[in-house]
Structures are given as structure tokens and as C-alpha cells.
């Protein structure tokens, strides 16, 4: 009996010796010293005196870590390490919670640089380094972005990060260019660039940081030392011909990145048809925007082939741009842009509108002529610290377009559409965070806008005069606990204007919910329109609900759900009758125009980093009722469109796949998108309601090979088939197809590339156009200059022809293209 309870009282005290030392814990955070982000698997080491290890653990994915300390640490040492960061090593002391800031930094084992892959980075920032993905025949940044896995640019130069499109590119953390990224993209030398930063859900206000999600997707450059505080010049100069015209093309653009200053020039000129008044296209931006009410369509003009294969246009850019740094976290910020576009372009068409009982074909020749410029200012001031944000921005923005077309076919008539337009505007933002978290906002947009638009056709003349002012103030308070947050929204906005006069009051609470990986978000907006002139006011309610699962650093899920009714276009209070074009008429019944909508969304979203694997999948649906729609009716050869205040119901389906996958000991990287759209909706014809839906399916496979340092194979594919029914009747679906296939060789001082693009599109189910285009490039290249040869459209095509679905017509045309050219170009580097 004695040796139990002796036995008892040793186990018991064993015990409580292990209880009280496993209580003792050293424990700490790791996070990348750049970006702030937690870093995952950092070993964190207890290490004694004379360099013996005794005990360690690893970070997990929030970069925290725990180690159990079991003796005295007055001899102890943290050390922490990782591949890709400096090693960290600090005495312990009376320490028990650690900080650590890892600086990332090769490691060198003897004559051998080891890096953390070509593409590497932790949570939502991902990182390139440039020069394992560069080739000798990259021009610009747009050029080197297009070899990235999990980044695709488009043929006019939009980028997007897995199938979501990026808001603003910015250099060496600053946004130059106010949104107006292509800038950047098609005027920075490839060569200059260290590496690219991939910023996802980034949310630009710091002091937001962790407390009010966002969904943006950024892009930084980073630049190599050698291209850092100094004017880097680049002129070019080109000059053709072809069968029709003289070719020319001029460019000269200045840019520095100083340590406290940013800076880009830039003038082109050109008729090459190579669409540079793109580069003023914005991304998407934080600020408050006006209203943009317009009564008149915008004559743009399309097709699905390569917009450089018909675009006949005389184009002009000047841009001037400078920031200032005035401290850590504040700047100034003042651009210009001017862009200045001279359109020509011959169409032959026939368009086929479907009604319940019969048909109706019309047949147009158009010779048309657009021309459109536009003058943008700002000043723009921010500090942007952790603590506080200020940001106050001044617009004033031109524009004048002018169309002018000559119509022949079923009609004979003369066209002139005039546009003017001018917007001054001041957009106010502050947000601060007090001692506890507590973050208070405030917005306001305060501005005057005039809209001058013109039709005049047949000796008839009707200008659509159109002004307002419109301001707008909103405030926030976010209240930060520990897993749940509550954001409180209010806010009020005046809009006077000669189509609709109404003002809106809201308010928005929401909460959030952490749960591990697991994030909560509802929201309930609550709105009141007021119109002057009305004495019932407008209620509209919605629900938000949205959850995102983390699930680990490469898995991520988001489900989002709404219901919401919504004020629709303004545009619908406007009581005359008026003409969009010389064979259109658009009236309104009186009414509120209303949509009731359901959406769902659910996005799942991979990526690899080691393995160079991106996988993208969104799936959407919607379900609206809406209590208008349009009639279409025909009276004298002229099409009547009536806004009905008839109810009917919308539903829309959609799924989008993105793959992209790098291979880094072949230098190939593929990709593949493919989408599925299935919209329907009503229109009344004939005083019949008629239901239609419309089917889309897109695929576009892409490759780029490079076997050798000399030889590259670039394979590009776009497949697409569109399907309309109506009223039961299914019309034939028809196929385009677009496949492009480059090879290129490269030396040091001489490069050359041939090009070949095959394009199939039916016309009708038994006709088809099929055609076969051809480049030849050959350039050389000196110390400081490039000499550079293009022959294009080597088989001299002239026209293309395809046919295009809309709900409830078939629009078949042929266009003109741009002839065999001859370019000679000597493009300079000082």
C-alpha cells in the first residue's frame, strides 16, 4: 500500500513538473519585411550558446508559430529561416512574443544564385522575376506580360489576372498614369523591368487594410537599378506604303522613376491602324464618377477580326504626367492627356429582323467618317498612411466627336451625329483610424457637366441638349472586434438635370464574421429616391450576402448572393419623341422604369506558384423582373422603338474557365479559355410579347514555345459559336473561327519572325469565308538604333465578310481591310 501511494505522489509530480513547463511558450509572427504578407513553413529554431538546436516548429499559413521553452532562454537564440529570405537571429531574453520582418535575398551557395523559382510570392501577392521570362523580341511591358502564366492580354491591350481584370498598373509602387495603365504597358521598355508584382485583392488605402475587403487586382513594376533616377529617351520613326495610301508612324516618349519623383512624356502619331488612343482607357478606379446620361448611341466601329486589320484611322497621343513625393506617404500627382482619332471605313451590309409572323430585310452601303478628341486634367493630392488617408482630386475632361456618314441601299440619306462634351468635377476623400481600431470615412464628389448632342439627316435638325449638377456625400464608421466587424454606411446625393431631377438617401449596415478560413459578410443597403415633381417616393431595398473560404494558400472560394431592386436608366423620363439614327425612333411611356434582380456568383480560384498552374472558375446566374421593355413597330420605313411599362422576366447563365499553366525548363507557357453564356429577355412585336434567348460559347487555346534562346512558336485561337431563338423557333447557330500562328528567330543583332492567321466565318449555314493572312518582320539591331522592315497582309486580302447575331436579328456585312503595306521603321534608344 505504501509503494502505491509512493509510486501515486511521483507520477502526480512528474506531472506537474510537465504541465508547468509545457505552460512555457516562446511564440511570434513572420511576415515578408516588403509587403507585411504572414509567411508560411518559416523554420523558427530555439538555439543554444555553441549552435545545438533544441527545440523548432514551423509557421503556418496565418505566419504564426508556437516553441516550447523548457529551460532557462537566458542562453537561447531565436533563429528563423526560409528559402528565398535573409536569416533572422535575435537573443531572447526576457522576450516571450516575437515580431520578424524576413527581407528577401537570394542564397548563394558558393558560385550558384538560388531564387525561390521564377514565379514565387505568399498570400495575394505573387511575383515574377523578369528576366527568366524575357526574350530577345520583347518591345514593352504589354509584350513581356503576355508570357506570364495566369496573366492574358488581349488584342487591345486589357489585361486581366485569372480572368479578372486588373484596375491599375503601377511603378515601383506609385500610379503614375491615373488608372490609364496601357500607358505604362505600351511605352515602358521590357528590358527595364526587375520583376512583376501581382497585387490581388488589394486594398489601395492602408489604413483600410484588413478591415474593408476588396476584389481588385493591381499590378507594380519593379525596375532595375540601372533604369532608376535618370530621362530614359525612345524615339521611333516609321514610313510605308501600300496600294492606297502613304504610311507613316512617329513616336517620342521621356520617362524617369526618381526616388522622390515619377515622370512620362509621351507624343505619337500614326495612321498605321495600330489603335493607340487606347491608351486612354481607364482601369478601375477608387473615386467617385458623375453620371454619364446620353440619349444618342456611340457610333464605335467593330469586328470580330483583329481591329489592326481594318482599322483605317489618322491618330494622335500627347500625354504629360508627373508625381511628386512630399513625404513616406504623400504625393501630387498632375496629368494631361489629349487623344485625337480620324476614322474612315466602308461597310456593305444586310440585316434581318425577325418578327412573330414575317421578316423584314434591310440592305445599307455606308461610307463613314469619325472623327473624336478628347482633352483630360487633373490634379490629384494623397497621403495615404496606415493611420489616415486624404485624397482630394480635380477633373476637368473635353471631349468632341463628329460622325458623318453616307448611306445608300434600301435608303438614301446623308448622316451627321455631332457630340460635345464637358465635365468639371472635385472628388474628396478621407478616411482616420482611431487608438482602438475604429475606422471613421468620408466621400463627396462635387461637379457640373454639359452634354451638346446633334442628329441632323434630310434637312432635319435635333439637337438633344442635356446639363446637371450632381454632388454627393457619404460617411462611414467601421467598428473592428476581434472576429466580427460592423460597418455602418450613410449618405445623401443631389442630381439636377433636365431629363430627370431626383435625389437619393441611403444607409448600409453590414457585418462581418471571421471563422478561421471562413469569412462572413451581410449586408442590407436601404434607399429612398425623391423626385421634386413626384409626391410618392421610391423604396429600394436589397440583401447582400457573400462568404469567402480560404481554404489554404493555393485554394480559394467566394459565393456571393443578392437580391436588390434598382432605379434604371434616366435616360427612360425623357417625354419626346426622338431619333438615334435616321431610321429610329425612341419614346418613352410615362413610368419608373424598376428591376427586382436575384444574382448568384460562386468563383473558385488555384494557384501554383511552384508548379506555374493557374485555374480560374466562375459561374454566375441571375433572375430579374422587370417591369419594361421595348416595342418595335414600322411605320413609313421607319423603325419605332416604345418603351412599354409592360412586366416580363430575365434570367441569365453564365460559366467561365481559365487555365495557365508554365513550363519553365522549356520556356512554354499555355493557356485555355472557354466560356458558356445563355441569356433570355422579351421585347413586344407586333403588340406580342416575345420571348427570345441567346446563346454564346467562346474557346480560346494559346501557347508560346521557345525550344532554343533563338527560336520562338507563338500559337493563338479564338472559336466561337452564337445561337439565337425566338418564340420557339431556333435559328441556325453559326461558327467563327480565328487562329494565328507566329514563328520567330532571334540573334543578337538580327531578328525575323512570319506570321499566318486563318480566318473562317459562316456567313449562312451553307456559306462560309475563308481567308489567309500573312506577315514577314525583319529587324537589326546596333548599339542605340533598330532598323526594322514589316511587310503585312503579304496576300493582299481587301474585304472580309461575317455575320453577327442580335436577339432578334441577324446582322451580315462585308468591311474593308487594310491592304499589303510596306513599313520601314528606326526606332531609337538615348
Not at 501515486?8 to 504541465?19: K, P, Q, T
Not at 487586382?217 to 521611333?236: E, R
Not at 437619393?504 to 453590414?510: G, Q
Request: aromatic content about 12%; overall charge positive.
Amino acid at each position: 500500500m505504501v509503494k502505491q501511494i509512493l509510486c501515486f505522489l511521483c507520477v502526480g509530480a512528474f506531472s506537474c513538473c510537465f504541465r508547468g513547463n509545457a505552460q512555457h511558450t516562446l511564440s511570434g509572427t513572420v511576415r515578408d519585411a516588403e509587403t507585411g504578407e504572414p509567411l508560411d513553413a518559416a523554420a523558427a529554431a530555439l538555439v543554444l550558446k555553441g549552435g545545438q538546436t533544441i527545440a523548432f516548429s514551423f509557421s503556418n499559413e496565418k505566419g504564426e508559430f508556437s516553441v516550447p521553452l523548457n529551460i532557462s532562454p537566458d542562453t537561447l537564440t531565436l533563429s528563423v529561416s526560409l528559402m528565398g529570405y535573409a536569416p533572422f537571429s535575435e537573443r531572447i531574453g526576457n522576450r516571450r512574443v516575437f515580431s520578424v520582418q524576413m527581407v528577401s535575398s537570394p542564397i548563394r551557395l558558393k558560385e550558384v544564385t538560388i531564387r525561390p523559382g521564377r514565379i514565387w510570392g505568399r498570400s495575394d501577392t505573387i511575383r515574377y522575376d523578369a528576366s527568366r521570362f524575357l526574350r530577345e523580341n520583347d518591345k514593352t511591358v504589354e509584350d513581356l506580360m503576355k508570357r506570364l502564366p495566369g496573366i492574358q492580354v488581349s488584342d487591345n491591350g486589357d489585361i486581366q489576372y485569372k480572368g479578372k481584370a486588373i484596375g491599375t498598373m503601377y511603378v515601383e509602387g506609385l500610379d503614375l498614369m491615373d488608372g490609364r495603365y496601357k500607358s505604362v504597358s505600351r511605352n515602358l521598355s521590357s528590358q527595364s523591368v526587375k520583376e512583376v508584382e501581382v497585387l490581388d485583392n488589394h486594398q489601395r488605402i492602408k489604413s483600410l487594410e484588413g478591415k474593408v475587403p476588396s476584389d481588385v487586382a493591381d499590378i507594380n513594376i519593379k525596375l532595375k537599378d540601372s533604369f532608376k533616377d535618370k530621362w530614359n529617351f525612345n524615339p521611333n520613326v516609321a514610313a510605308g506604303f501600300s496600294a492606297d495610301d502613304f504610311l507613316y508612324e512617329a513616336e517620342a516618349n521621356a520617362l524617369q522613376i526618381a526616388r522622390k519623383s515619377q515622370s512620362l512624356y509621351a507624343l505619337k502619331l500614326s495612321d498605321t491602324g495600330n489603335g493607340i488612343t487606347r491608351e486612354a482607357d481607364k482601369g478601375i478606379d477608387d473615386m467617385l464618377a458623375l453620371p454619364d446620361y446620353r440619349l444618342l448611341p456611340s457610333r464605335t466601329i467593330t469586328a470580330p477580326l483583329k481591329e489592326r486589320r481594318w482599322l483605317f484611322n489618322d491618330a494622335a497621343v500627347a500625354t504629360g504626367n508627373r508625381l511628386y513625393r512630399l513625404g513616406g506617404d504623400s504625393r501630387l500627382k498632375v496629368n494631361v492627356f489629349y487623344t485625337q482619332d480620324d476614322i474612315m471605313q466602308q461597310t456593305n451590309s444586310v440585316t434581318t429582323y425577325f418578327n412573330p409572323e414575317d421578316t423584314l430585310t434591310i440592305e445599307e452601303n455606308k461610307n463613314s467618317r469619325l472623327k473624336s478628341g478628347q482633352l483630360h486634367l487633373s490634379a490629384d493630392y494623397e497621403d495615404n498612411a496606415s493611420t489616415h488617408y486624404l485624397r482630394n482630386k480635380l477633373d476637368f475632361h473635353f471631349e468632341n466627336n463628329l460622325v458623318n456618314t453616307g448611306i445608300s441601299g434600301s435608303y438614301k440619306v446623308a448622316q451627321r451625329q455631332s457630340d460635345k462634351a464637358i465635365a468639371l468635377l472635385d472628388n474628396f476623400s478621407i478616411t482616420r483610424t482611431s487608438a482602438g481600431g475604429n475606422v471613421f470615412q468620408l466621400k463627396s464628389l462635387v461637379g457640373y457637366w454639359r452634354r451638346r448632342e446633334r442628329l441632323d439627316f434630310n434637312r432635319r435638325e435635333q439637337p438633344l441638349p442635356l446639363q446637371g449638377f450632381y454632388a454627393h456625400a457619404e460617411s462611414g464608421w467601421i467598428i473592428r472586434q476581434t472576429k466580427i466587424a460592423q460597418h455602418y454606411t450613410a449618405g445623401v446625393s443631389i442630381d439636377f438635370n433636365n431629363l430627370k431631377t431626383h435625389h437619393r438617401l441611403w444607409a448600409t449596415p453590414a457585418y462581418e464574421y471571421l471563422l478561421r478560413s471562413l469569412k462572413f459578410n451581410l449586408s442590407i443597403p436601404l434607399q429612398t429616391v425623391l423626385f421634386p415633381d413626384n409626391r410618392e417616393p421610391l423604396f429600394l431595398r436589397a440583401i447582400h450576402f457573400k462568404t469567402d473560404y480560404k481554404i489554404n494558400y493555393a485554394w480559394n472560394a467566394r459565393l456571393s448572393a443578392q437580391y436588390r431592386k434598382e432605379l434604371n436608366d434616366i435616360t427612360a423620363f425623357y417625354r419626346h419623341s426622338y431619333f438615334t439614327d435616321y431610321r429610329t425612333v425612341v419614346k418613352n411611356e410615362t413610368g419608373i422604369p424598376t428591376t427586382v434582380k436575384q444574382l448568384y456568383t460562386l468563383r473558385t480560384e488555384y494557384k501554383n506558384t511552384l508548379q506555374e498552374f493557374f485555374v480560374t472558375i466562375d459561374w454566375l446566374a441571375s433572375h430579374s423582373r422587370v417591369n419594361h421593355t421595348f416595342e418595335q413597330s414600322v411605320e413609313d420605313n421607319v423603325f419605332r422603338w416604345t418603351r412599354r411599362y409592360t412586366p416580363h422576366v430575365e434570367s441569365a447563365y453564365a460559366i467561365n474557365t481559365i487555365v495557365s499553366k508554365g513550363f519553365f525548363d522549356i520556356n512554354t507557357k499555355v493557356s485555355l479559355e472557354a466560356s458558356y453564356g445563355y441569356n433570355r429577355s422579351a421585347q413586344i412585336r407586333e403588340s406580342e410579347l416575345l420571348p427570345y434567348s441567346f446563346h454564346t460559347l467562346l474557346l480560346k487555346p494559346a501557347f508560346s514555345l521557345s525550344p532554343s534562346h533563338h527560336t520562338e512558336i507563338d500559337n493563338n485561337g479564338e472559336l466561337q459559336r452564337n445561337l439565337s431563338s425566338f418564340n420557339h423557333r431556333a435559328l441556325n447557330g453559326l461558327w467563327n473561327m480565328n487562329h494565328k500562328v507566329s514563328f520567330y528567330y532571334m540573334q543578337r543583332r538580327f531578328d525575323a519572325s512570319v506570321a499566318g492567321e486563318y480566318v473562317r466565318n459562316e456567313i449562312t449555314r451553307d456559306n462560309a469565308v475563308n481567308l489567309l493572312f500573312m506577315d514577314i518582320s525583319a529587324s537589326y539591331k546596333m548599339d542605340r538604333i533598330t532598323i526594322q522592315l514589316q511587310w503585312k497582309n503579304v496576300l493582299n486580302h481587301r474585304n472580309y465578310t461575317y455575320t453577327s447575331y442580335n436577339p432578334l436579328s441577324v446582322y451580315s456585312t462585308q468591311r474593308s481591310i487594310r491592304p499589303r503595306e510596306i513599313v520601314l521603321t528606326v526606332k531609337a534608344a538615348l
